[in-house]
């Protein structure tokens, strides 16, 4: 009995020999193939859109950096000041009016960041400040000061 057992082939042999299942395994490693493409497909979609993320992130970074040098290159210059502000949504509106207006205005944050003053324009010299603070206070109708670099 036990040499009939192992002269006797295996299913699997005889799966593999069968003609009949040939198209059977033929569509399977047709599957296997279409799937492993697909997976491959998907993961350089996901490694694109990542790189992309990354990209978009590194951008935005950089812009963030600049606006960090550019306010800090203004704040050295002489700014007038036509508002300052404790609440950073009063500053960004003060601030939209003034650009309204044909200002180049920025937001200067000043006292470690309490304090968002709107600045109206910038100027090289103080002498050139003081010569347009009169311009200022009479088309803002309000206080505006002189703020030099820190």
Not at 119 to 129: I, P, V
């Amino acid at each position: 009995m036990a040499a009939m057992l192992l002269l006797t082939p295996s299913c699997k042999f005889m799966e593999s020999i069968n003609p009949f299942g040939k198209k059977a395994r033929a569509a399977e490693a047709l599957y296997k193939q279409q799937e492993a493409f697909r997976i491959a497909d998907s993961i350089k979609v996901a490694t694109e859109k990542i790189a992309e993320e990354q990209r978009q992130a590194e951008l935005a970074r950089l812009a963030a950096e600049q606006e960090a040098v550019r306010a800090a290159e203004s704040a050295a210059k002489f700014n007038i000041i036509v508002g300052s502000f404790l609440t950073p949504e009063y500053a960004q509106s003060w601030l939209n009016h003034c650009r309204e207006m044909g200002y180049d205005a920025r937001i200067i944050d000043w006292n470690d960041g309490r304090w968002k003053m709107v600045s109206a324009n910038s100027y090289e010299t103080l002498r050139a400040a003081y010569n347009e603070l009169p311009a200022f206070l009479t088309r803002f109708d309000m206080e505006a000061w002189v703020l030099t670099g820190k």
